[in-house]
């Protein structure tokens, strides 16, 4: 099967529908004529500087136009992305350009300081490269085309990204992506949602994340839609940008939730466009699901589960689903295999707790230069996630916790995650992490990491008491400590490794 490339579908897009979607950003509307032309121009513009087949380039860039031009114009090249938070610091970015071995940095103009520090420490250059989109229309009314973007196109069993992981237990690893992972990825997760041609999405979360790269940008992008850049998540400016633009799909992850939810009511003109609310990137609680599924009354709620090193999307709760089948993250997405495991390898029963594996075209090559963990996390094709879960007899799948992170207390079992959704019911919790610390008698205890919502005054005792009414003995916190925030990484995941080195001593 002949599978075309993400350049490929561009400029299929810019052929069929040259002035129409595309992206929006800042008031104004750029169409796939107008962006493809943009990327031959800084394609050929890289080309020029000696950069080209299989080498890694660094994109270091907010969420504008010009991210979208650097991703597509590396992919044109026939190059490989290694995308970056633009929270990055320079000591950071530099680790990482040396670990991909990238031959250059690609940054706007925002982030030129740190990139040119960071590059100068990988020993690399750094370019900023923010295309001036609105040249593209003129290069076109004048019949002209750039130069060839590289020799040869880039191969769908090529390497299109080295995504850096959130890095929760430790150092980030380099997840290598295809274009064949990327595009089964955006067909899996464009099925499963319903993107359409008319479909307007919005980007409110970094593009530097490949869950949010695909599932918020390139399915938008295959279907024809339409992709709104939001550069920095705020309430005020997102609502805006829906009115403006006609947003019907925004997706929200972690925080941002609570941000909106905060607001209590939303103009009746966001109620009218907005069709479909996702939530994912972390367990959003279900009176928060029920809270927001009031606010955009009408609105199809969805709750997605997925990794980078499965290109994202693995299975997708929507509409009733997720309130009817309480804690449930869907059924497995179009084009992924979904198995639960038993320790010893054996499938396990419907119902039955195990380790999540996925299977199909959407796992990943393998983290760059590392055999040994590629050999661990993939074994006879399936991808080992890590998480623990169970799936019913529908096929319904539930996360339960963290392979690695289950606690093992007096000889028991415990899951953070079990533990933590008990504790975030009590209205005195605004966040909590629970981690095991050391114990001279049981080996681990349970420990919660709590922050108080404002004017809270709930202690340990009452938060231990709380949980041990509904949850076994053995599972209920014997140690809280109390935090005004816990650690979080770029993608808004809580960095429990951090918390074990403050409180395991």
Not at 328 to 344: E, I, S
Not at 415 to 420: D, H, I, L, T
Request: hydrophobic letters at 45%; proline letters at 6%; aromatic letters at 4%.
């Amino acid at each position: 099967m002949l599978l075309p490339t993400s350049p490929a579908f561009l400029a299929l897009q810019a052929s069929r529908r040259g002035r129409a979607g595309g992206l929006c950003f800042a008031g104004r509307r750029i169409a796939y004529g107008e962006l493809s032309a943009a990327v031959d121009e800084l394609a050929a513009w890289l080309v020029r500087r000696g950069l080209g087949t299989g080498q890694p380039i660094g994109v270091q860039a907010a969420n504008e136009p010009a991210v979208v031009a650097m991703l597509f114009a590396v992919w044109g090249i026939g190059a490989v992305a290694v995308p970056i938070a633009v929270r990055s610091t320079a000591e950071e970015t530099a680790h990482l350009l040396e670990h991909a071995r990238a031959r250059a940095l690609l940054c706007d103009r925002g982030r030129e300081a740190v990139a040119r520090d960071a590059a100068a420490a990988a020993g690399v250059p750094a370019f900023v490269t923010a295309p001036d989109l609105p040249l593209a229309p003129r290069l076109l009314r004048r019949g002209r085309r750039p130069a060839p973007r590289a020799p040869r196109p880039p191969a769908a069993d090529g390497l299109a990204v080295i995504a850096y992981t959130s890095g929760t237990t430790g150092a980030p690893k380099g997840v290598m992506l295809t274009h064949a992972n990327l595009l089964w990825a955006m067909l899996a997760c464009a099925q499963a949602r319903g993107d359409r041609a008319e479909t307007v999405g919005a980007c409110l979360s970094p593009l530097s994340h490949v869950p949010v790269l695909v599932s918020h940008l390139l399915c938008r992008l295959l279907a024809g839609a339409t992709a709104v850049l939001v550069e920095k998540f705020d309430v005020g400016a997102t609502l805006d940008a829906v009115e403006r633009f006609g947003v019907t799909d925004l997706t929200l992850i972690g925080g941002m939730v609570f941000d909106m939810l905060a607001l209590g009511q939303i103009p009746a003109a966001v109620r009218r466009t907005v069709e479909k609310v996702s939530v994912g990137g972390a367990p959003t609680p279900m009176e928060a699901k029920r809270a927001l599924a009031r606010l955009f009354e009408g609105a199809e709620l969805i709750e997605a589960y997925g990794q980078t090193e499965s290109t994202d999307g693995v299975t997708m709760a929507r509409g009733t689903s997720v309130f009817d089948r309480e804690g449930t993250v869907g059924r497995v997405n179009p084009h992924v295999v979904v198995a639960v495991r038993r320790p010893d390898g054996a499938l396990a029963a419907p119902g039955e707790e195990g380790e999540i594996v996925v299977g199909g075209p959407t796992v990943m090559a393998g983290y760059h230069r590392d055999r040994a963990a590629t050999g661990d996390a993939v074994r006879d094709g399936w991808l080992h996630t890590g998480d623990l879960g169970r799936q019913d007899a529908d096929g319904y799948l539930f996360l339960t916790g963290r392979v690695k992170d289950i606690i093992i207390t007096g000889g028991e079992n415990v899951s953070p995650a079990e533990v933590e959704a008990v504790l975030r019911a009590h209205p005195g919790v605004a966040d909590v992490a629970v981690i095991g610390t050391p114990h001279p008698k049981w080996g681990e205890q349970v420990t919660a990491v709590v922050v108080r919502q404002p004017g809270a005054r709930v202690d340990g005792a009452a938060l231990g008491a709380f949980a041990g009414a509904r949850l076994a003995g053995f599972k209920r916190p014997r140690r809280v400590e109390f935090v005004d925030a816990l650690p979080r990484n770029a993608a808004n995941k809580v960095q429990a490794h951090l918390l074990r080195e403050r409180f395991g001593g």
